[in-house]
C-alpha cells in the first residue's frame, strides 16, 4: 500500500467512454493511463488499439477519416489505429463478398473484463464472427499493458460443429511523429517479395523512411523473417518500439509503407497468409489456436 496515494488512479487508471458527438459519435472504448503509456482501446470494434502515445508522444497513425460510424468504403472508413485486426473471414481482397481486410474489425467486443493492479491493466473480451447456417468463429482477446509494454494475446475458437476456415493480419500502424525520416528501421529479412510492381522498383528502399511526397504511391512488402524480433527506433525523440512474435503462427510480416503526403504512414503487419498466395488456417469443431504478440516501448 502507498500511503502517499489517495487513488489509485493518479497513477493507473482505465475510464470506459462513449463519444457523443461528430464522426465519433456511439463509438465506446476503453482509455487506459499506465505512466508513461496511454491508449485507446475501442470497444465497438473489436477490441481494437485505436491510439498509443508514449511519455506524451504519439506512436500510431491517425488517418484523416479519423474514429468514426461511417460505413462506407474501406478508403472512407478505415482510421489506421495503432491496432487494426484484420480477419477472421479476409485479408486484403482475397475473399469476394468480404469487406476488405474482413468483417472483424466492425463487431463490437462482448464480455469485457478490466482489472488492475498497482503497475499492470488487464483487459479481456470477446469477438463473434457468425451468422444462421454459417461458421460460429469467436476471438478471446486479452491485454497485459504495462508503463512500457503491451502484450497482445488471442485465441480463436471454432465454436461451431463444422471444420472452418480463418485468417488473420494485425494491421500495426506507425504514424507521425513516432515516424519520421529519421526513423531506423530492423526487420531480420531473410526474403522480400514485391506486392506491385512499383513497389518491385523501389525495393531496395524497404528500410528507409523519406519525407513525404504529394504524389506517392504506397509499397507493400512481404517478407520472411529469420526470428519474429522487430525494432523501431527514432532518434530525435529517443523513442525506441520492439515487436517479438512467432515466425511459425506468422510466417509472414507485411510492411505497409505510405510516404504520401497526409497519409504518412508504416504498417508493420504480421500474418499467416500472403494476399497472393492465400493460405487460410482450419480449425476443427471446438478447436482453437492461440496468438501472442509483445509490444515494448523505451
Given amino acids: 500500500m502507498n500511503k502517499k496515494l489517495s487513488n489509485k488512479k493518479q497513477i493507473i487508471s ?44 504519439n506512436i500510431s497513425f491517425l488517418s484523416k477519416n479519423g474514429l468514426n460510424t461511417n460505413r462506407l468504403s474501406f478508403q472512407e472508413n478505415f482510421e489506421g489505429g495503432f491496432l487494426y485486426t484484420c480477419g477472421l473471414d479476409n485479408i486484403s ?6 469487406p476488405m481486410h474482413g468483417s472483424l474489425h466492425y463487431a463490437k467486443a462482448e464480455n469485457i473484463n478490466i482489472t488492475s493492479s498497482d503497475d499492470t491493466v488487464i483487459i479481456e ?22 508503463d512500457s509494454s503491451i502484450s497482445i494475446n488471442d485465441e480463436v ?9 480463418y485468417v488473420l493480419l ?54 520472411c523473417l529469420s526470428n519474429g524480433h522487430i525494432e523501431l527506433y527514432n532518434p530525435k525523440i529517443n523513442t525506441k518500439v520492439t515487436m517479438d512474435y512467432s515466425i511459425a503462427d506468422f510466417p509472414y ?11 504518412y504512414a508504416l504498417g508493420i503487419e504480421p500474418s499467416i497468409s500472403r494476399f497472393d498466395k492465400f493460405t487460410p488456417r482450419k480449425l476443427k469443431p471446438q478447436e482453437s489456436k492461440s496468438y501472442k504478440i509483445d509490444i515494448c516501448f523505451k
Avoid at 447456417?133 to 476471438?139: A, H, I, S
Avoid at 522480400?192 to 523501389?202: G, P
Fill in 14 to 57: 482505465t475510464y470506459e467512454i462513449m463519444f457523443t458527438s461528430n464522426r465519433e459519435k456511439g463509438i465506446e472504448g476503453i482509455l487506459v493511463n499506465n505512466g508513461d503509456l496511454e491508449l485507446l482501446i475501442n470497444k465497438s470494434n473489436a477490441l481494437d488499439i485505436s491510439f498509443v502515445k508514449y511519455k506524451g508522444k
Fill in 93 to 98: 481482397t482475397c475473399v469476394k463478398g468480404a
Fill in 125 to 146: 473480451g470477446s469477438v463473434r464472427l457468425c451468422g444462421l447456417f454459417q461458421k460460429n468463429l469467436l476471438l478471446k482477446r486479452k491485454y497485459i499493458i504495462t
Fill in 157 to 165: 475458437i471454432n465454436e461451431g460443429y463444422l471444420e472452418e476456415n
Fill in 170 to 223: 494485425y494491421h500495426i500502424n506507425y504514424g507521425y511523429p513516432f515516424l519520421d525520416s529519421c526513423l531506423e528501421l530492423n526487420i531480420p529479412t531473410t526474403r522480400i517479395d514485391s506486392v506491385t510492381d512499383i513497389a518491385e522498383k523501389n525495393k531496395d528502399k524497404y528500410l528507409i523512411i523519406q519525407e513525404p511526397e504529394d504524389d506517392f504511391f504506397e509499397h507493400v512488402f512481404y517478407h
Fill in 253 to 263: 510480416t507485411i510492411e505497409w509503407k505510405s510516404m504520401a503526403s497526409g497519409d
